[in-house]
């Protein structure tokens, strides 16, 4: 094929290497139609030239488009009806490539700071608690500005909250399931309706660029459409024997009261999903977000509450973690908690549930999802173009701040100095800023103790390791730090094993395949890993042996999607099932088997 095009290069004195499939008749015709296809294609440029005769001047012409068409402005979205919810499907995130979808985010964004040092109070029974102190959030990328002011509840308020909870479950148990379902999907529409609105938010107070924020904004919309649609399912109960003369039925009821504790990090989706779960399930709530992010937690609140949810099952409890959290996880009347976070606390958590109270009349269950290290292998025989720019987005998107942002690569053998070559210089043009600038990737981290912890992490890594790329042209006023690269031998350097939470990424070579996969193994975590690949050998083994929660081939491990990529992990990352997948609801139900004897001796009439 394309013989001129070889005779022309021949004559330019280039060498020409004309090859051909070798190897099982079948794989080699498969090649050879393929090549058919694509050069006989309407639209190849070799049919066109060679074969047509076309003037090349006008197939390299631009195409004459003055402007791409729009897609028309859909109607607003009414809340998904419980009776009839049809198939679960995934909010799509903005297309900011658009011109009116990004003007209309990008006019929110600028409106945003009008609304700032807004009241997020602790919030009992659906009334505001006045406290002695309050907590201050501020804008990570210039601390000068204050984005909220929120209540900051002690152990009393703790108490009250969970007290309120309890009197309020009864009811709200009481409530059938198709209506607790109602609730989410009314919350649903009404954060579409403000969507740009809470997209802005998030780009203040947790310092997460636009696109980010959007995506964050449409899987806390995700999580309620899932929830709700798994809530009428579990409703119905599950399917069990019943032999002649009896009947048995297998249900499932709620737990009780439970204390959701939320991150930072995905401000709106993570207390979105942990909270509804809880809720949609029959329990009672108290809410503990977190101390950087408490304005975006307080809008879901309001969101919730406007949606009809009982002002009781629900209570808002911002504050200090070391401060109320004892008491709100120590309490009798907890049933269960509900963790984001990290791997301290996390663990800590499951300790302080684990020990019986006087009054306690159960065992508290405890979900928490708490970290990773997590691995991305390269394989021999990857795409490059395609591993490069997948590993960049995993490991400095939103600054690294993801738990399942990538924090290590592995390089198999020959792949090592061409793969750091193009990441050192991907990493280099990887854009620093605001969040606000659409351009940003790598926005602030949340707070000065995250920015001294990331920093002291740079400095270990010219200890342990050679730094071969440090982003040092940062804005100023905010907590900013740059993309690092860092390729060090020792994979039991901290810079290989400790979480980070931070734009720092480790670079190791593996001697083999199998060599990689025992390093990408070798961490108490199992959240995420990816693998980069061409071997079909190679992804079957990896599918079974990488030590992973949710394991990503030959794509970005960051950016899972509810009904998708449900996700968790295991070991040292978490302890229960996966946010956004078919289980989840599960952890905060208890079944109950009902056997009823059918063949009576008798009917005893009502009275």
Not at 318 to 340: I, K, N, Q, S, Y
Not at 521 to 537: E, H, I, K, Q
Request: proline share 8%; charged share 20%; net charge neutral.
């Amino acid at each position: 094929m394309a013989e001129p095009i070889h005779a022309a290069l021949s004559r330019l004195g280039f060498r020409v290497r004309v090859y051909a499939p070798v190897g099982d008749l079948v794989a080699g015709m498969a090649y050879l139609v393929r090549r058919l296809l694509e050069n006989t294609s309407n639209e190849s440029f070799i049919r066109h030239r060679f074969a047509e005769g076309q003037a090349l001047e006008a197939l390299i012409a631009p195409p004459a488009v003055a402007r791409l068409p729009e897609p028309t402005e859909t109607a607003e979205r009414p809340a998904t009806d419980p009776a009839d919810p049809g198939p679960f499907a995934n909010e799509p995130h903005a297309e900011l490539r658009r011109p009116h979808v990004r003007a209309r985010v990008q006019a929110s964004v600028l409106a945003a700071p009008a609304r700032f040092g807004f009241e997020a109070p602790v919030l009992i029974d659906g009334r505001p608690v006045p406290t002695a102190a309050e907590i201050v959030s501020v804008d990570p990328g210039d601390v000068s500005t204050i984005v909220c002011r929120s209540g900051r509840a002690g152990p009393d308020e703790a108490v009250r909250a969970l007290a309120a909870a309890a009197r309020a479950w009864p009811a709200w148990r009481a409530t059938p399931w198709a209506g607790r379902a109602a609730v989410l999907f009314r919350a649903a529409a009404i954060m579409r309706r403000r969507r740009a609105e809470l997209t802005a938010l998030e780009v203040f107070e947790a310092g997460k660029p636009v696109a980010e924020a959007d995506a964050d904004v449409c899987e806390a919309i995700d999580f309620c459409e899932y929830y709700g649609r798994a809530a009428l399912r579990l409703g119905a109960g599950a399917a069990v024997l019943s032999p002649p003369g009896e009947t048995n039925a297998y249900r499932y009821q709620p737990r009780g009261v439970g204390v959701v504790i939320t991150p930072w990090n995905f401000p709106l989706a993570i207390p979105a999903g942990m909270a509804t779960a809880a809720l949609v399930a029959g329990n009672c709530v108290v809410l503990k977000p977190a101390e950087q992010t408490p304005g975006v937690a307080f809008r879901l609140v309001e969101i919730l509450l406007e949606a009809g949810l009982s002002p009781g099952a629900l209570a808002f409890l911002p504050g200090v973690g070391e401060e109320v959290g004892p008491a709100l996880v120590d309490h009798p009347a907890t049933a269960f908690v509900a963790f984001t976070g990290s791997r301290a606390v996390g663990l800590s958590l499951v300790e302080r549930a684990a020990v019986h109270h006087p009054g306690q009349r159960h065992v508290k269950r405890v979900v928490a999802e708490m970290g990773g290290k997590n691995a991305i292998v390269v394989d021999t025989d990857a795409d490059l173009d395609q591993a490069v720019p997948a590993i960049v987005a995993s490991a400095f998107a939103y600054a690294g701040q993801k738990c399942s942002a990538a924090a290590r690569v592995i390089a198999v053998g020959p792949v090592f100095e061409e793969l750091l070559e193009r990441l050192v210089g991907a990493a280099a043009i990887v854009p620093v800023g605001h969040a606000r600038e659409l351009r940003t990737v790598v926005g602030p981290l949340i707070d000065e103790e995250a920015y001294r912890r990331v920093r002291e992490y740079q400095a270990v890594a010219r200890t342990e390791g050679e730094v071969v790329y440090q982003h040092e042209q940062l804005p100023a006023g905010g907590w900013y730090v740059g993309p690092t690269v860092v390729v060090t031998r020792d994979p039991r350097a901290r810079v290989a094993s400790e979480e980070i939470f931070g734009p720092l990424l480790t670079v190791l070579r593996a001697g083999d395949f199998e060599h990689a996969l025992a390093l990408a193994n070798d961490t108490d975590y199992a959240l995420t890993g990816g693998l980069f690949s061409r071997s079909p050998v190679h992804i079957r083994r990896a599918a079974d042996e990488f030590r992973a929660g949710n394991l990503y081939v030959n794509r970005a491990i960051t950016g899972a999607r509810v009904g998708r990529q449900p996700f968790g992990g295991y070991g040292l990352s978490g302890v229960g099932s996966k946010a956004g997948g078919p289980d989840y609801l599960l952890q905060f139900l208890e079944p109950r088997t009902v056997t009823e004897n059918t063949i009576r001796q008798g009917f005893a009439p009502v009275e």
